[in-house]
């Protein structure tokens, strides 16, 4: 155990637009978008950020935790229909982790769309920093 706290020394910012394939597997997708992967001294990610480039239709993000090896399903966000236009602002959604950690480079944060027509239309953000 350390025996002083660790902070994250340089911040990172990661960007992803979903996969041009839609994916239903909670356990074992095939087509995903790598967010972010793990640098040596361990990666913190502080928030996601999904943004709607164009118009929706009603599905689910999966977000995925990758060991190199395995795939874990660690969030979903709900993703509603809506027609985006010059007056009419596309969906967004983002959350705050306060322990999202990947340990190593072997570990990446990997997301997917569940639905057709959300495939290309979700782009993720993230945030964060390595230790």
Do not use: C
């Amino acid at each position: 155990m350390a025996t002083a706290p660790a902070f994250a020394a340089t911040p990172l910012t990661f960007a992803g637009l979903a996969p041009a394939t839609f994916d239903t597997s909670l356990t074992a997708p095939t087509n995903v978008t790598t967010l972010a992967t793990g640098v040596a001294t361990g990666t913190k990610i502080e928030q996601i950020i999904l943004q709607a480039v164009g118009t929706t239709v009603a599905g689910v993000v999966n977000i995925f935790l990758y060991d190199g090896a395995t795939y874990h399903l660690f969030d979903q966000f709900l993703v509603p229909a809506v027609t985006s236009s010059t007056t009419a602002r596309a969906w967004q959604s983002s959350r705050a982790y306060p322990n999202l950690l990947l340990p190593s480079t072997s570990w990446s944060l990997r997301f997917a769309v569940t639905v057709s027509g959300l495939q290309s239309m979700v782009k993720a953000s993230a945030f964060g920093g390595s230790f």
